[in-house]
């Protein structure tokens, strides 16, 4: 079996089993058609060698991606073969020897408690947007939720 024909039954596996959100399937779409298919695409899962990997790994390199970008396609990547491995039963390369780049740790910056009374404080309450503006500002405040959380329709 080729990566083409195990990455299908690979997302519907997310879907339906491991209830992926729609957001992360999407995103191993992006990976695997961008990066993956690409270059092993027609390739035999049980065909696949460290080597393989190797020159994968070196054409990220040359394509400058970032290291959040290579870790998002090499996980992708490692899902695959476990998923080939587990589910399927298919003698392939043993994901758990695929290393992960480093990611560079954000430092997290908080507002302070001065910070956050004067961003409530100036906030119009007086008219609907300034009152539903305001729900949000505590809702994000007092959850930790992200903007894009919020907003989300699900």
């Given at each position: 079996m080729t990566f083409d024909e195990s990455f299908p039954p690979?997302?519907?596996?997310?879907?339906v089993e491991r209830s992926y959100a729609q957001q992360t399937l999407d995103k191993f779409r992006d990976c695997?058609?961008?990066w993956i298919q690409p270059r092993l695409?027609?390739?035999?899962?049980?065909?696949?060698?460290y080597l393989h990997l190797l020159e994968f790994r070196r054409a990220m390199a040359e394509a400058d991606l970032s290291v959040a970008?290579?870790?998002s396609i090499l996980m992708v990547l490692k899902l695959l073969f476990r998923f080939c491995r587990t589910?399927?039963?298919i003698p392939c390369y043993d994901p758990a020897e695929i290393s992960l780049p480093r990611r560079v740790s954000t430092k997290v910056e908080y507002l302070t408690e001065q910070e956050v009374a004067q961003l409530v404080r100036i906030i119009p309450t007086h008219t609907?947007?300034?009152?539903?503006l305001r729900s949000l500002i505590?809702?994000?405040?007092s959850t930790g939720l992200r903007?894009?959380?919020a907003r989300s329709e699900e």
């Open positions: 690979f997302l519907l596996h997310g879907q695997f058609r961008s695409g027609r390739i035999a899962l049980e065909d696949i060698t970008r290579q870790y589910r399927l039963r609907h947007t300034g009152l539903r505590e809702v994000l405040l903007i894009s959380e």
